[in-house]
């Protein structure tokens, strides 16, 4: 069992950017990926390297690689919430597609580029927590070859509720482990998750021996994302009790502003005898 938290950007790059590793990640791409699109080999681009986490230390260090297809890929796990994410992705995807390109290169040699988005906040409204997008015909909702070269993925592990009993693929796996890496043992896998891959990324984990560097990195990443969601819960909190005397101020019943801001009847009451008192 490890106290090492696999969705850290330098712990998940340890896990699955390194050569000696790269049928974990093989076998996570497909799992995202439709069964007529899996990959028999998959070329780690940017492997791991110690010097990625020195200087900048909370930048996001993503996958690159290509496969037996030629095939490009950028494999990214966010843990901090951002409302811009889709317009980032798309970015970090045209970087990647355009980048194949020298400058005296022609478009033929432009391959298709997939991007998988591993976020741990939910991004999107509804309780789905896989999509894909690609280029369609608006009116047919056909795709054609010559535009067939971008597919962004997006799965939120937070919406995966992590009961074993629902696990149905390999995916499901995958986000289990991300999600619950610290209850695991290699030796104790329940069936539902008795998978070589998921096994060995486990046993990947045990061993991880982080040295100082890194070691100053995942602890002062931690504490980044500590501090960032301490701020945005006050924020949060902040912004609930405003509407909250907004609401009281135009005479909303109490059950009306619970409604808007998930507040107890409590901390209702405590608004409504301040502002009572002023």
């Known amino acids: 069992m490890s106290k090492i938290n696999p969705k850290i950007d330098l712990v998940f790059k340890k896990i699955f950017g390194t050569d000696e590793n790269k ?3 093989k076998s996570l791409i497909n799992s995202v990926l439709p069964e007529n699109q899996r990959i028999t080999t998959i070329f780690i681009k940017n492997p791991y390297n110690e010097i990625d986490f020195v200087g900048d230390r909370l930048s996001v260090v993503d996958i690159k690689a290509t496969d037996n297809n030629d095939h490009w890929y950028n494999i990214e796990i966010q843990i901090r919430e951002q409302s811009f994410f889709g317009r980032r992705s798309l970015f970090y995807w ?7 390109l020298f400058e005296t290169d022609s ?5 298709k580029t997939i991007s998988i988005n591993l976020l741990d906040f939910r991004y999107f409204p509804d309780d789905r927590y896989v999509r894909r997008y690609c280029l369609k015909d608006f009116d047919t909702n056909e795709t054609y070859p010559e535009m067939d070269y971008i597919d962004m993925y997006y799965i939120e592990l937070k919406k ?6 629902h696990i149905k693929n390999t995916l499901d796996r995958w986000i289990t482990f991300l999600n619950k890496a610290g209850e695991l043992e290699k030796d104790k896998l329940p069936k539902e998750l008795a998978e070589p891959e998921i096994k060995r990324a486990i046993e990947t984990l045990e061993r991880i021996n982080l040295n100082k560097k890194e070691r100053e990195y995942y602890e002062e990443r931690k504490k980044f994302l500590r501090d960032e969601y301490a701020a945005d819960k006050t924020a949060e909190d902040k912004l609930k009790l405003e509407i909250a005397k907004n609401g009281i101020i135009a005479g909303f019943s109490n059950e009306i502003i619970k409604t808007m801001t998930k507040l107890l009847d409590e901390q209702i009451e405590k608004l409504r005898n301040e502002l009572n008192n002023k």
């Open 23 to 25: 049928d974990l990640l």
């Open 107 to 111: 478009f033929d040699k432009l391959n």
């Open 160 to 165: 995966f509720d992590g009961e074993l009993k």
């Open 94 to 100: 045209s970087e990647l597609y355009s980048g194949q």
